[in-house]
């Protein structure tokens, strides 16, 4: 097959899991023997630079969102024609997706893709919407259907024409059908690639991984730390991420530390391609996140044995955290947070039960057995297709 793969997120310069995704799919159909172009639209990535997460030199990839700008002349004219906001953006979305779509098929002039995989529900309005293409296309929708879908509307029928709507998590189906009709949707989540080795159960270092953000929730984790620093002096806490995603909130945090005087306890890392060695040397994982989609900072984790301490309100770990059994789920407050980093902390034995479950859970996400639903997938739309006529970008 011919695969084309399209994201708006920042595939080229992006850390995030979204990003790893994107390349570890692309790298996968590569390597079985099909045709993959990989478009990104970033408008400073050169698509000739390594990118943060690797691929194989089998992917092509075209970045036609370089020079892009939004059209101040755009802007200003649906500002004047409509003073309704909804109609305003409706305006500006059709006016700029025909922009950004004459430059995705200048972009994959000549590839003629059996499939695309849209990363985002905006990717797949510029593919049917502004370019009109036929071609069948599997949207993947890469985080919580409400934090993707609330007050988007104007995306709706053209997610509705995707030949397959793809959800990270089964709950996130019920989720779906709340929004638009979800009959062609199909529950596939990411896939995790088994690890060697296992997390430091002596180490008394707890890490968090993810850009620094609110929605990542480091600073109920700085505040939950500082309570249970005082009756756990020799711990330390390892926060992982882009600090320069948001640099107040990223300010912030580290104030915050200051004031509560645990600064010299607590590490801000940046950006590491080593995770994996870095959560080797640690024995507990902290995941206050407020949303995820299908967080792979959470599962590479519990992939290694690292018991992990979450909170019960986060969307997305339906699927993935049992309470006492393969992970820690606890209220969103700092008080309530510290009391399950001390009952993991307390108890060697506890962590490694608890870590021995969260790896075996994480088998079911296997590579072999994702990939193989993504190979099904993509095969049965292009054949769908192919029965119906030639398809076209």
Known sequence: MRILFCSFHPVFTGTGGAEKVFWSMADH????????????FER?????????????????????GRYYRKSPLIQLASALVFFNSGWRRRLRDS??????????MEAADGFKPDAIVAFQPEMTYVLRHSIKTDVPIATALH???DTLLKGKERLFPALESSEA?????????????????ASKAVFIPNAIP???????????????AGRVCPQKNQLLAIRAFAIFSKSHPGWKLRIFGDCSYDKGYYEQCVGEACTLQVEDQIEFMGVTQKMRGELLKCSIFAFPSIFEGFSLAL?????????CACLKTCTGLADMVENGRNGMLSEPTPEAYSKILS????????????GSEARKSMEEYSPERIWGKWEGLLLSIARKAERHGSSEL
Do not use: W
Not at 29 to 40: M, Q, T, W
Not at 299 to 307: I, R, S, V, Y
């Open 29 to 40: 159909f590569a390597s079985i023997g099909d045709e993959v172009l990989c478009l990104g």
């Open 44 to 64: 400073k990535a050169d698509p000739l630079a390594p990118t943060f997460h690797p691929h194989g030199a089998l992917v092509k990839v075209a970045n036609p």
């Open 95 to 104: 006016l700029e997706g025909r922009r950004k779509g004459r430059l995705i």
């Open 143 to 145: 985080c919580d259907i």
């Open 165 to 181: 709507i793809v959800v990270l998590q089964r709950s996130y189906l019920a989720d779906l059908a709340r929004y638009i009709d």
């Open 194 to 208: 088994r690890q060697n080795g296992c997390c430091d159960q002596h180490s008394r270092v707890i890490v968090m």
């Open 299 to 307: 599962a590479e984790a519990m992939a290694l044995g690292m018991p």
């Open 343 to 354: 009952t993991l902390a307390d108890d060697p034995a506890m962590r490694s039960q608890i």
